[in-house]
């Protein structure tokens, strides 16, 4: 019986890459590598313009906070660093490198000298913070804080095979030609919460995956491999963490909080060629797709190149190009910029022409059918949601929960009148988080005020 | 380029692993694929939240297949009461559609007749009439329906009571017309078209039989297959039926109205059975009058019912009991129309009220949060 959870939608696959071998891109002419990839602190360049770095080496470290040190993804010269917007819209500092093809790998890089047993719960996290890695899937929090925060709550240990996003293989092409590497990562992450036992939960759409995990690990009382239905957002970790367990994940508690620690598979992957090669998280699989693009395939990708270089190493466009969605169809961000660069979270990039986008001639209109509520996985009442945040209702969007959405489109995308609904949630949550900050500041200035007075 | 559905269920052989997608020909050239390449970029690219894409089902493929799914029963009502039954229909869908059309010029509103609601509307009004009716009611019921109960409540999906049966509660003004039944057959000789003009109630309906505690005189077999006096739509529970599995089918509706209702229907009326038979009391009750397509095709008008599968068991409930309590203590014999009209009013305290505890909901309440 294959693990499931309520709601949710099915979402034709389009999984064209799934028979695509990894192939490695060939290196692009230059990238240019973003200081910051997810939350936390940016880092502070190490380098100058003019500098000759190796691949590998340390460009970019953190001086205080949350984060990962950023590495070069290439050998060359540092040509510029300069600020750049990200799809976000933030000002991001990049450190551009112009690549001289040689490949030199940085003297830093080699195997950690221990074997995994001798090797103690902080040395992992040291391997981990140093190798830069963060969560690959797509969320990009950094590795090593989520297992320090997660110490000693945890109990189970799942690898987030799910990929249930419509388009992207990423993941399932690694299971199937690199497996080793996964499930050697999911050890070292074992050994660091000290735990036996742990999960690899895969869909049901990837039964070859299944199969090649499930003979490599015959007998192996360590790792089970679950099966999961094929839905979306069955990724998600509260529905995979509800699926496999049956506990449920309440808003605002981070997985540790019920026992659980989610990690995703290619994310095992770099934790093990860090371990095993002292290799940083410096490329990354990328699935590239869309009805644009004339050669959909799965790329080994140097962090920081263009999506320009990506189009032109996979046949280029083929029909006209309206939109760049960078990760998947139902979460991915769409770029402004043809020129945006892969990061360390960066799944998919999809190339779509106007037909993808299936507009509708009618003006978005509900028609109350009860499609977004059966499909929630939150179990919210999404129409109504969408009502009170197009009147500016804030008060009644949070008597319905509205903060609990995690904003994963399945109402947007099954509502036959095309409303736009999480775009509408997306918004009212925006509105209450910025009320909410401007009360707090308020009440602080209230309470400093009297005291001058 | 052509998406192939993948076949995912099968695992991949060794020899597909090492399949690499077949290029055409010769690579092109990388000066050709930049030629090409920047033909199709736009100057500016789309910008827009995800997600980024959508399901093919549209507003009006779900009222097609509506209009679908009423098909047998038009088709039959025509068998039974002669062709007259589809000029009624066509009338009141023309009116409907017209009225819609004409408001929303005047009203200077984009014109939504395409997503095909209001021939839904104009259908089930002509559905729920008798086949007796002059030829002006559908119309003037058709216009009310679209302009008094949807438009000025703001369109499509935004009106608190079925505009159909709204309409055919208006239409009640002339209980004469209303309330005569053709015998089925009869092709409407000119003897029933004059008891009409001359309103004199003739029913000989199973349902009024059955408000005197007497099992009519339609046998069950009729009364499934719908050769009985009636509306032109509701006679025949076995084509509604019909109908409402392609609905389910196609996901357009659940299961949970109609089955709470007809099930309610059939639950109360055994037990509470006029008559020494409860069992073929309570189906004669069920397969007679307009409880069929109520309860699949009116009931469950998505904008006058609840959105929770909870609250649909709820209100399909409400809708039984209601029928009934008003087919034993009413004025009239029938009391689908009704109940359906007042539970309308009710679905926003159903939806209140039913709203599903969110998921992780109730463990921060435990936490004290």
Redesign the interface.
Same mark, same amino acid.
């Given at each position: 019986m294959a693990f499931t959870f309520h709601g949710g939608?099915h *979402? =034709? #696959?389009?999984? /064209?890459t799934?028979?695509? $071998?990894v192939?490695t891109m060939p290196p692009p002419k230059s990238v240019s590598i973003p200081l910051s990839q997810h939350i936390g602190a940016h880092a502070v360049p190490v380098v100058k313009v003019g500098d000759t770095v190796d691949k590998g080496q340390v460009i970019g470290v953190i001086e205080k906070g949350l984060g990962c040190p950023v590495h070069a993804s290439v050998s060359g010269k540092v040509t510029a660093i300069t600020e750049k917007n990200a799809a976000n819209g933030m000002k991001i500092r990049n450190i551009v490198i112009a690549n001289d093809g040689e490949e030199r790998l940085s003297p830093d890089i080699k195997p950690w000298g221990k074997s995994l047993a001798d090797t103690t719960t902080e040395e992992i996290i040291e391997i981990i913070r140093a190798a830069g890695i963060s969560g690959m899937g797509g969320a990009t929090f950094p590795t090593y804080a989520k297992i320090q925060s997660a110490l000693g709550k945890v109990e189970r240990i799942i690898v987030n095979c799910a990929e249930c996003e419509?388009y992207i293989t990423a993941n399932h092409r690694l299971l $199937?030609e690199n497996p080793e590497a996964v499930i050697n990562g999911l050890k070292i992450l074992m050994k660091a919460f000290g735990l036996r036992e742990s999960e690899i939960a895969v869909e049901d759409?990837?039964? =070859?995956a299944i199969?090649k995990l499930e003979n490599r690990l015959v007998g192996s009382k360590m790792i089970h491999v679950r099966v999961l239905k094929?839905k979306y957002p069955q990724g998600d970790e509260?529905q995979l963490i509800?699926a496999l367990t049956g506990r449920? &994940? @309440?808003?605002?508690?981070l997985p540790a909080d019920v026992g659980c620690c989610v990690f995703n598979a290619e994310t095992c992957a770099a934790i093990f060629n860090a371990f095993a090669e002292g290799m940083p998280l410096i490329e990354r699989i990328v699935t590239v797709d869309g =009805?644009?693009?004339?050669? @959909?395939?799965n790329l080994l990708v140097p962090l920081g190149t263009s999506f320009t270089d990506i189009?032109?190493c996979c +046949? +280029? &466009? *083929?029909?006209?190009?309206?939109? *760049?969605?960078s990760g998947g169809?139902?979460?991915?961000? %769409?770029?402004? =910029?043809?020129d945006g660069v892969v990061t360390k979270g960066t799944s998919a990039i999809?190339f779509?022409s106007e037909k993808? #986008?299936?507009r !509708? #001639?009618?003006?978005p /209109?509900? *028609?109350?059918? +009860?499609r977004c509520?059966?499909a929630c996985?939150?179990?919210?009442?999404p129409? !109504?949601l969408a009502t009170f945040a197009s009147q500016g209702k804030l008060e009644q969007c949070e008597e319905?929960?509205v903060i609990?959405c995690v #904003?994963c +489109?399945s109402c %947007? !995308?099954?509502? @036959?009148?095309?409303v @736009?609904i999480?775009?509408y949630i997306?918004a009212a949550k925006g509105q209450i988080n910025d009320r909410k900050r401007a009360q707090a500041a308020a009440l602080a200035n209230s309470q400093v005020n009297p005291e001058k007075g | 380029m052509d998406k192939t559905p993948a076949d995912n269920q099968t695992p991949l052989t060794a020899e597909a692993e090492a399949h690499v997608p077949e290029v055409s020909a010769a690579p092109d050239s990388p000066e050709e694929i930049e030629a090409r390449t920047n033909s199709f970029l736009p100057e500016l690219l789309t910008v827009s939240p995800s997600p980024h894409i959508r399901t093919e089902d549209t507003s009006r493929s779900i009222m097609l297949d509506v209009c679908i799914s009423l098909m047998p029963a038009l088709i039959w009502g025509i068998y039974v009461f002669g062709w007259r039954v589809l000029t009624l229909t066509l009338i009141s869908v023309g009116f409907a559609v017209g009225s819609e059309f004409l408001y929303e010029k005047l009203m200077k509103k984009p014109v939504t007749i395409l997503d095909f609601s209001t021939v839904v509307t104009g259908l089930l009004l002509a559905l729920n009439l008798p086949v007796s009716v002059p030829l002006w009611m559908p119309a003037v019921g058709a216009v009310f329906a679209i302009i008094v109960v949807k438009q000025l409540f703001g369109g499509l999906g935004k009106n608190f009571v079925n505009p159909a049966l709204a309409a055919r509660v208006f239409l009640f003004a002339w209980p004469g017309h209303m309330s005569t039944f053709t015998s089925p057959g009869d092709k409407l000789s000119a003897a029933a078209l004059k008891i009409a003009e001359t309103d004199i109630v003739a029913g000989a309906t199973p349902l009024a039989s059955l408000k005197n505690g007497v099992l009519p005189d339609t046998s069950l077999f009729d009364m499934i297959i719908g050769y009985e006096s009636g509306c032109i739509g509701e006679v025949s529970a076995l084509l509604l039926a019909a109908g409402g599995i392609y609905l389910l089918a196609r996901r357009v509706i659940t299961w949970h109205i109609p089955v709470s209702y007809i099930g309610t229907v059939l639950l109360v009326t055994f037990v509470f059975a006029k008559s020494s038979l409860p069992f073929d009391f309570a189906l004669a009750e069920i397969f007679s009058g307009g409880l069929f397509l109520g309860a699949i095709f009116m009931a469950t008008d998505y904008a006058t019912s609840p959105v929770t599968n909870m609250g649909r068991v709820v209100y399909g409930i409400g809708c039984g009991l209601l029928t009934v309590f008003i087919r034993y203590f009413g004025g009239y014999a029938e009391g689908v129309s009704f109940s359906i009209l007042i539970m309308n009013l009710l679905v926003w305290y159903i939806d209140r009220y039913s709203k599903p505890v969110r998921f992780g909901g109730v463990k921060v309440d435990e936490a004290g949060k």
């Open positions: 939608i *979402i =034709d #696959e389009h999984k /064209t799934r028979r695509c $071998l192939e419509p $199937l759409n990837k039964l =070859d199969n094929t509260r509800y449920e &994940l @309440p808003v605002g508690k =009805d644009c693009i004339k050669r @959909p395939r189009m032109h +046949g +280029g &466009l *083929i029909r006209s190009l309206k939109k *760049i969605v169809p139902m979460m991915g961000v %769409s770029q402004w =910029d043809k999809l779509f993808a #986008e299936n !509708y #001639e009618q003006p /209109t509900c *028609i109350r059918c +009860g509520v059966r996985p939150m179990r919210l009442m129409n !109504y319905f929960d609990a #904003e +489109g %947007s !995308y099954s509502c @036959p009148g095309h @736009p999480v775009q997306r | -």
